[in-house]
T-cell receptor, first 115, second 113 residues
Framework: EAQVTQNPRYLITVTGKKLTVTCSQN?????MSWYRQDPGLGLRQIYY???????DKGDVPEGYKVSRKEKRNFPLILESPSPNQTSLYFC??????????????FGPGTRLTVT | AQSVTQLDSQVPVFEEAPVELRCNYS??????LFWYVQYPNQGLQLLLK??????LVESINGFEAEFNKSQTSFHLRKPSVHISDTAEYFC???????????FGPGTSLSVIP
């Protein structure tokens, strides 16, 4: 089954404690992206990756890091989480081939609370 | 810079009535346009998209959207809604020549029995 998986689904942590949210896709997609969803703001792109070892900032990259060492994985790293990073996070992937529909496939989400 | 506006944050509508969810965008380059739907406690899934060609696009569950380049709009319509259409709807824009994606703030559609 084609899917994007995220772990953990729920996480409560304290300010300053480093954490990683994993994202994996099994569709051989070149493009992967992280979003945060906040009430009234919709989804805002944090970082995206066009392919292995190629990443770029989205609209809200401050306080986050990413890496793309393998095509299927795109972890999101919070080196020193703060309460304003409490949010619902989504990972997504899509094909970048010219014949594709550019549709993004979303993971189930990770609800992060930073106290 | 690109931006997406969804003017209605909440739209209540009676079952079997028609509905229109508005989306306007701004961009200096050619774009691809998408509508995604998010059912309660779920991730997003694609509803329909415009890449090129016919400006009227349809989904399998009765929604349609029309790309209007002059008005920079991509409004979503359905002639008769069902209870199961209750969800959050997001309009999104992606440049045809680059990979950054911009989402609108979303419209919460509530279908009233």
């Amino acid at each position: 089954e084609a899917q994007v998986t995220q772990n953990p689904r729920y996480l409560i942590t304290v300010t300053g404690k480093k954490l990683t949210v994993t994202c994996s896709q099994n569709m051989n997609h070149e493009y992967m992206s992280w979003y945060r969803q906040d009430p009234g703001l919709g989804l805002r792109q944090i970082y995206y990756s066009m392919n292995v070892e190629v990443t770029d900032k989205g609209d809200v990259p401050e306080g986050y890091k990413v890496s793309r060492k393998e095509k299927r994985n795109f972890p999101l790293i919070l080196e020193s989480p703060s309460p304003n990073q409490t949010s619902l996070y989504f990972c997504a992937s899509s094909s970048r081939r010219a014949s594709s529909s550019y549709e993004q496939y979303f993971g189930p989400g990770t609800r992060l609370t930073v106290t | 810079a690109q931006s997406v506006t969804q003017l209605d944050s909440q739209v209540p509508v009676f079952e079997e009535a028609p509905v229109e969810l508005r989306c306007n965008y701004s961009s200096s380059v050619s774009v691809y346009l998408f509508w995604y739907v998010q059912y309660p406690n779920q991730g997003l899934q694609l509803l329909l998209k415009y890449l090129s060609g016919s400006t009227l696009v349809e989904s399998i569950n009765g929604f349609e959207a029309e790309f209007n380049k002059s008005q920079t709009s991509f409004h979503l319509r359905k002639p008769s809604v069902h209870i199961s259409d209750t969800a959050e709807y997001f309009c999104a824009v992606r440049g045809s020549s680059y990979d950054k994606v911009i989402f609108g703030p979303g419209t919460s559609l509530s279908v009233i029995p």
